[in-house]
């Protein structure tokens, strides 16, 4: 096979490949082998027709052979000979084959660059570890028995920490129902965090069956996007108050949420599980500090195609859901953060090659059942649970990345203390999205706060 190439940009190459005639004819012969073989043709006895017969009748699906099988296999010869790394699938043109000639084609392709990775050995990077105070520990204590808690209806208005279960219809400024808005039926905590402050005010002291109308500003920066900075107003009627008989903090609770457990072992075990969830946040945030000195250690130019074909699919699944979005506010939007991702793979990529890290199926099995055995599930639910194994593989890959990096890099650990009580949801919630507390879904778990050493 001869091949020949073209810088045509900075991060594109551009391939002229010919494939000799009689390779060409050693790829078409196993296909009218296998062809003849599998099929019968009228006339002749099985395995006995004659070439032309089989081409003639196969000519379609030999073509199609020679573009789908020979050509990317050409293609990746030529890539390899050449040392190129594609970024994007490439584009065939010019494609010439016939009987007895070579088969000829131009291959365009957009290519990643060749850089050097800068020395991490040694270099200094900073892990914050929050730690975890009794305040937290209370905290978590609190809502297990806030789940624990048995609701109960009450025929008085509502007080804090009481649940009203409303009915709330989107009204405009006459205080007749918007057409199309519809009543949505929602569950809210008196005098949560978690609900806007218009919706707080509107629930504190409503009584059953009593009706109350408000006007919500919601924030510039509000989940859902449709309504940030928009004003609207609701008619809310409690259909129903609820009180949470919580049941005691004492052992009794503890034995149920932990089996075998008083609760000072609980209070231990949730300390226990907190800490944990606090390193595992300190890795994360370990490892978003690494692709930052990466990134900053490594500047190279990206090809477009790995940020453009992202927009575009953006694009095109805000068209989808009916939503207009313009090329401006389309890339101020999306493109440094896309332009992030990709740095941020291409590099890792280029340390694991550094590093020899592949991950195998063996080691994905292996990671597999050691998960089993941990949860004390089958193997078999373990994966229905990972679902697509390829993206766990690439969770194990960038672990075995980051721990390689981590291992070389020199750690510095700073202590944080624990941050004050945040005010969960504090941004509040539409009707239909309520901040508010669920309804009681039983006893905590035991896997939630298993004993010591698991």
Known sequence: MQTEMRETAPLERELEIRVPADEVARFVDSLISAYRRRYEFRGFRPGKAPDAVVRARFREEIEGAIAAELVPRSIEQALAEHTIHPAAPGDVRDLHHARGEDLTFTFRVDIWPRIELAPYEGVEVTQVVEEVSEAQVDRMLEMIRDRAAVEEVVERPAAPGDLVDAEVTTIDASGEPV???????????????????????????????????????????????????????????????????????????????????DLAELRRRVRQRLEAEARSSARGRLEETIVERLIADNPFDLPEVVVRRPLERLRKRFEEDGRQIGEAELERAYRPQIERLRRRDFLLGKVAEREGIVVGEAEVEEEVARLARSERKSVDAVRRELGEMDRFRDFLFERRVFDALIEKLRVREVQRPAPPADRAGAEGAAPGKPAAAPAPDGDVVDAEFPESGD
Do not use: C, W
């Not at 500003?217 to 609207?232: C, F, N, S």
């Not at 809310?236 to 052992?251: F, G, H, S, Y």
């Open 179 to 261: 057409a199309g808005g519809g009543s949505e039926r929602v569950r809210l905590e008196v005098d949560s965090d978690g609900l806007l402050p218009e919706f707080r005010t509107a629930v504190a002291g409503i009584a059953p069956g009593e009706t109350r109308e408000l006007e919500v500003t919601y924030p510039d920066d509000y989940h859902a996007e449709e309504l940030q900075g928009q004003k609207r107003r609701y008619r809310m009627r409690a259909v129903e108050i609820r009180e949470k008989k919580r049941p005691p903090l004492d052992d009794n609770l503890a034995g149920k949420v932990a089996p075998g457990a």
